[in-house]
């Protein structure tokens, strides 16, 4: 990918901060505000923990994370050759006032959707892609 800035992490939850690092670095140097820094590595972390966990299940693996500045944003790219999944596919949870009550999972995806401005998902060449749209906000 020309034009993009790019980092390649083994899929371990133990490498968390370096996908976090990664983003706060690609957002800061793009001037992006704090708050919208934080909104995004949420939502990176997020992407990455499910892919460690369940894309692999418990296998090696790298997670490609990828990059750039667009006319009212940044996009980011999400790569995996793990299991395929979509998550863009998932239902909205069941938000309900008793957490005892309500069902485990889903969470993560809905704060990601809350966060981001678009995400869309390919799956190309064996590999899933996750692609993040992050607008500038005022």
Same mark, same amino acid.
């Given at each position: ?55 692999? %299940?418990?296998?090696? =693996? ?5 990059? @750039?500045?667009?006319? !009212? #944003? +940044?996009?980011?790219?999400?790569? /995996? ?15 309900i006032?008793?957490?005892?009550? %309500?069902?485990?999972? =889903? ?5 990601? @959707?809350?966060?981001? !401005? #678009? +995400?869309?998902?390919?799956f190309? /060449? ?13």
């Amino acid at each position: 990918m020309s034009d993009w800035n790019e980092i390649s992490i083994e899929a371990k939850k133990e490498k968390i901060p370096l996908a976090v690092e990664f983003i706060e670095d690609v957002m800061t140097s793009s001037r992006f505000d704090r708050r919208r820094i934080l909104e995004v590595q949420l939502a990176v972390e997020e992407a990455f923990t499910n892919t460690a966990l369940h894309g692999y %299940r418990g296998n090696k =693996g790298t997670i490609r994370i990828c990059s @750039r500045d667009i006319d !009212d #944003g +940044m996009e980011v790219v999400i790569e /995996d050759d793990g299991l395929p999944f979509d998550p863009t596919r998932l239902k909205a949870p069941v938000l309900i006032d008793d957490v005892e009550m %309500r069902p485990i999972g =889903g969470l993560g995806v809905h704060l990601m @959707r809350t966060f981001l !401005d #678009g +995400m869309r998902y390919e799956f190309k /060449d064996g590999k899933n892609n996750l692609i993040l749209m992050i607008k500038r906000r005022k």
